[in-house]
């Protein structure tokens, strides 16, 4: 009763906050229940909560767990309108000496600011006592420093009808919630052995849709009671590839597919007469999940393709239109300044079929020419030139007509640039020794204040490492353990049970100025 009674003195108070006051930040209040909270050899068809102010459900069909599961989901009201009271009704038979828990996440707000009540739980027994057994842990993303907010935690229960599937199509036994934007923790839980699951989980469903939501998962079943502390990362699975739009026209010659998944090693063969003088050639976009296909005929009025990729074959038709053929652009990444760690890149909007490097010239200020290595991408969309640039010194570069043809025989007409490397204090260098690396093979990545990977090392041995003519940051480490030494982060993948691979980021920020030398040498720690 005393308790009843503060409650009440306090929802009176905030009632009376004057209009054009203080924004209300405060979350509902549950003041009493019928039957009470946490109930024991709990027997009743119906459980009303109340509130200390008017509140509104928002989507509490699908926010609301009731573990252990429900047969018959309860009806629950009110639905669409304020109230300071929430009614359950039950249809089903209870299970005996049983410990029932009434998550409703995110659904209950109040109705005057919005104000979200989370993870507001009712608890109530059928037998003597509530269970009592909870596990706990930390969160965090598996690559990003930044973590996604309130992942969803999730246990089911491992028994006969368990499967690895059912985190893609059924709820889970028990929710926990995050407290703070690391830590979790699950409560309530009754003795048994469990999988235990993240999810980021966007459209807020405890199901698990590998287009939108990252996952994550303890790599072996837990037992309760037994170890209560478990720690997880939640990452981004790469999907099976497959197709998931028709090709789309572009311009003549020039078609989009769209796709999901990973595209490496995908094979696309025309399953059409076609003429001996016929060319194609396709890649993945570099910004967005399609492939661009492009040929250089339109004889016909339509074409078949085959798509592969190991044991998937899609077959999709492509219409010929009279579209505008696209225009063979070229753009250098540099016409200015060029610094010392920057590669010299040219660009081209259409594949580049043929390079003829006898047209490149490169000279220096003295006319002498510059040995230089040209470089086509995989894609055929640029080149790198790569030659042994020097401080402080201009190049000129000259690029002859008919130097490059496209797909559709278009060549190039003539390009010119100047170019000027900075002085050696302009630049800043860092000579780096990392103990107690956990593991090698790593990835020594250094990053900017900007957020972007300026430099980066393969370490396989515990040694210092140079980072040389660096334009002026304040740098940010991060370590990444290849453990299959493909030197680049490899994600997880939940039904193969395979965790992504280690990330640590250094705590120590590393200040470099122009001119400076820095030496650092860092200590990680668990």
């Known amino acids: 009763m005393l308790i009843l009674s503060i409650f009440a003195v306090f929802s009176c108070a905030r009632r009376g906050r004057p209009e054009g006051g203080p924004k209300d930040f405060e979350k509902p209040i549950m003041v009493k229940a019928d039957p009470d909270f ?19 459900l928002k989507n509490v069909n699908s926010q609301l767990i009731i573990s252990p599961p429900l047969k018959n989901a309860p009806v629950i009201t009110p639905l669409g309108s304020p109230s300071k009271k929430i009614t359950i009704k039950l249809s089903d038979t209870l299970q005996e000496n049983t410990t029932y828990t009434f998550n409703f996440a995110q659904s209950i707000i109040d109705n005057t600011e919005g104000n979200i009540l989370d993870n507001f739980k009712y608890i109530f027994s059928t037998g003597d006592y509530i269970d009592s057994l909870k596990v706990k842990g930390e969160i965090k993303d598996a690559f990003d420093l930044e973590m996604i907010e309130n992942p969803t935690i999730m246990l089911y229960p491992v028994n006969e009808a368990y499967t690895d599937s059912m985190i893609f199509n059924e709820k889970p036994t028990y929710v926990g919630s995050t407290l703070d934007s690391l830590n979790w923790e699950i409560t309530n839980i009754k003795a048994g052995t469990y999988r235990l699951i993240a999810l980021n989980d966007a459209r807020k469903n405890y199901i698990y849709d590998p287009k939108e939501d990252r996952v994550g998962f303890y790599p072996d079943l837990i037992t309760i009671p037994g170890d209560s502390i478990f720690n997880m990362t939640l990452f981004k699975q790469i999907l099976p590839f497959k197709l998931v739009s028709r090709p789309k026209d572009v311009s003549k010659g020039h078609v989009i597919i769209g796709f999901e998944g990973d595209s490496k090693d995908v094979d696309i063969r025309v399953l059409s007469p076609v003429s001996e003088d ?29 798509v592969r990729k190991d044991q998937y074959i899609d077959t999709v038709k492509i219409g010929m239109k009279e579209d505008e053929i696209d225009s063979l652009r070229l753009e250098l990444s540099s016409y200015g300044m060029l610094h010392l760690r920057d590669t010299l890149k040219l660009g081209s909007t259409v594949p580049m079929m043929k390079v003829d490097t006898s047209k490149f010239h490169f000279i220096d200020v003295d006319s002498m020419k510059v040995p230089l290595r040209l470089a086509l991408s995989e894609r055929k969309d640029r080149i790198d030139f790569h030659f042994d640039k020097e401080t402080n010194q201009s190049y000129k570069l000259f690029i002859e007509p ?4 496209d797909i559709l025989g278009v060549q190039n007409d003539t390009i010119k640039a100047s170019l ?4 050696v204090s302009d630049y800043c260098s860092i000579f780096l020794t990392i103990s107690n690396v956990k593991s090698y093979p790593a990835i020594i990545e250094l990053i900017n204040d900007k957020g972007e990977i300026v430099a980066k090392k393969f370490a396989v041995e515990p040694r210092e490492y140079e980072f040389i003519n660096l334009k002026p940051s304040r740098f940010m480490i991060r370590i990444i353990y290849d453990d299959n030494g493909n030197q680049k982060w490899d994600t997880g993948n939940f039904l193969q049970n395979i965790q992504p691979e280690g990330v640590y980021y250094v705590k120590t920020i590393i200040d470099a100025k122009a001119n400076w030398e820095v030496e650092e040498s860092i200590m990680l720690t668990p």
């Open 38 to 56: 946490k109930s024991l050899q709990f027997e009743e068809d119906q459980i009303k909560i109340y509130f200390d102010e008017y509140i509104k």
């Open 402 to 405: 008919g130097a490059i043809e």
């Open 420 to 423: 000027k490397t900075g002085k």
């Open 278 to 306: 016929f060319k194609s050639f396709y890649s993945k976009d570099r910004n967005t999940d399609t492939l661009n296909y492009y040929f250089n005929h339109f004889e016909l009025d339509s074409m078949m393709l085959e």
